[in-house]
């Protein structure tokens, strides 16, 4: 089982070890085995190679079996050529990683960390389906003159189908229910998006589909969230409402991501940035990169005991109130990684 | 005082009336002079000449000192060749109005209705200025086909340069604050934007101004929304987070715009749509309306008294809790704007 590790910047590496240390005890407990290979990436990269993302990164990555990737980028690369985020997109479309899940929940335990009143957030469970290598992060011409600039978002025929098909395979898992997330009122792309999703409709006919324009969703992910099963949507909508969604749930320094490709290994990461203000402070909360990696012992790894055993540690861990200063606590890293570790074992 | 009246579809005609009538009232209080003229618009104009925006339309609100528009569009026309919202796009264009104006606040009185916790949000008091006349809504090429389609956002130094000053000026009467908001780690128009507003700022030596990511503002919003004073943005971008915002406020119902160009006649609507599910229930909420009208008094016409006894009938009317529905009371939309009238007198 061979993971990349691309441990990021600021405080990423001090969450990454964090959450290797759980995995470590955990691996122990169910004789997981697994080499962890370690590769440069994003600002690190530049400056030991100058380049986010060196060619022998990529085939690492794309001959593991999954990548954990940290937070990356920070003020000290803002200005360098190829900036951190350059990478970050670039190893996406080389490894093929065109759908980015990112689930959205609000349990119980966690609803006290919700800016949104209890009533309407309570329950809140969805997942945001986003295109992850096309769209106007993508498409061309793409430039910027003296006087004027450009951006182009170019949808393909088989690049709207196969993230749909995500999305209602994910739905299958789940309510059943999809969102597809636009603005057909105005962009031709909406519109191409909404005629192919009505394509692929019929395979799955148990899935009920309700069409949202993104202004709309922006306003009901705070309104209604509970409306929500699984969000269908392109790379700019996504980007948005998925931070949107995180911030709903008051709990980002938890919240996991995954990104998947047509075949190849996934790729885990916390949703939040790099944090340059409390790196080295030690007070950054481990747990968005444990569950991360939880999220790819399921969903890789088929380890479906480990990671469970990892998630109820997790939430002894929130329950002792054993938690960073961004949860209302006053735990450093090391100590709350400390005190999960403890409820593994 | 020339005002041009789009009177809209399904509870647009409901709230327009209801608008009008305090219009009336608050005019004969203050000998303030005026004259209506109605144009078809959206829906309406669809049915009855086939077609969005007639000609005669543009000319009359291009000529009037003012226009007042309310809500447009619905599934009726969700099939029709040029939908409700072209004409929208399509006068914004034609009347130059390149810049839309939208207040967020959450006022000790208002603050019951927001969704997010008083602590956060309580004193939230800002003011979206979002670009409406150009980026992805009107760049070319767009098309549609068979197996693909396409997008494209343009923006001009010009285009950049005066919605820029308008957020400047916006500022200078406000808090000083401008945050501009883009997503310049990845689109060559968010730098773009970056380099213009760099070339404006020395202007507005008091204006502070600070740079955030469109996906971090989607999280500011709700879970720092104090930290806004005026938001610089783009179209498409302003769409989104305009939306979000008025979903804090919790009081869609209530929150009038202001759409503004170089020269000639602004435009003022609520920001909410036509609402077809409450259409003829008598239960719009009017004061959406009512606003967009004491805005109107306010910034064309310099009716600041006539204005301000309007805001006050209506804060006085929500103590009273003479409101509709959606602000959780179960008056009428004609009681609701009989009791405002009744305070104006
Ligand atoms: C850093 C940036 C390019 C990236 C994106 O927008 O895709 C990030 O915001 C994310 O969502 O993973
Ligand atoms: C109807 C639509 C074209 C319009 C827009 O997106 O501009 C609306 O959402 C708005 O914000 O005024």
């Given at each position: 089982n061979r993971i990349v590790v691309l441990k990021g910047d600021y405080i990423g590496p001090e969450i990454m070890a964090a959450g290797l240390k759980v995995l470590r005890a955990a691996a122990e407990h169910f004789d997981f085995d697994y080499d962890l290979i370690e590769e440069p990436f994003g600002g690190e990269a530049i400056d030991k190679?100058?380049?986010?993302?060196p060619q022998t990164t990529v085939e690492a990555a794309k001959n593991a079996d999954a990548v954990l990737l940290s937070a990356i980028g920070g003020p000290?690369?803002?200005?360098?050529?190829?900036?951190?985020e350059a990478g970050l997109l670039s190893i996406r479309k080389q490894m093929g990683l065109y759908a980015n899940i990112r689930p959205t929940r609000v349990t119980k335990q966690l609803k006290q960390y919700s800016p949104i009143e209890n009533e309407i957030v309570s329950g809140t469970d969805f997942v945001i389906v986003r295109e992850l290598t096309s769209g106007i992060y993508f498409g061309e011409p793409r430039w910027q003159k003296a006087d004027s600039a450009i951006d182009t978002t170019v949808y393909r025929r088989n690049e709207v189908q196969r993230i749909a098909r995500t999305a209602f395979d994910m739905a299958m898992k789940r309510r059943k229910h999809v969102t597809v997330v636009d603005k057909a009122n105005v962009l031709a792309t909406s519109k191409f998006w909404r005629q192919i999703v009505g394509e692929i409709q019929p395979e799955y006919p148990d899935v009920t589909v309700d069409y949202m324009y993104v202004d709309a969703t922006a306003m009901n992910i705070v309104s209604h969230p509970k409306h929500f099963d699984v969000i269908l949507t392109d790379n700019m909508f996504g980007d948005i409402l998925s931070d949107q969604a995180a911030a709903i749930t008051g709990?980002?320094?938890?919240i996991p991501s995954m990104s998947v490709g047509q075949s190849g290994p996934n790729l885990y990461e916390p949703i939040?940035?790099?944090?340059p203000d409390i790196?080295?402070?030690?007070?950054?909360?481990p747990i968005s990169m444990i569950n991360s990696i939880s999220m790819m012992l399921r969903?890789?790894?088929?380890q479906f005991k480990m990671a469970d055993v990892i998630d109820r540690a997790v939430s002894q861990t929130i329950e002792d109130h054993f938690i960073t200063r961004d949860l209302g606590g006053d735990e450093t890293t090391e100590a709350t990684t400390k005190h999960i570790i403890k409820s593994i074992n």
């Open positions: 190679v100058g380049e986010p993302l000290k690369w803002d200005n360098a050529p190829k900036r951190p709990s980002l320094g938890m939040h940035g790099s944090a790196a080295g402070k030690h007070i950054a909360n969903y890789t790894f088929d």
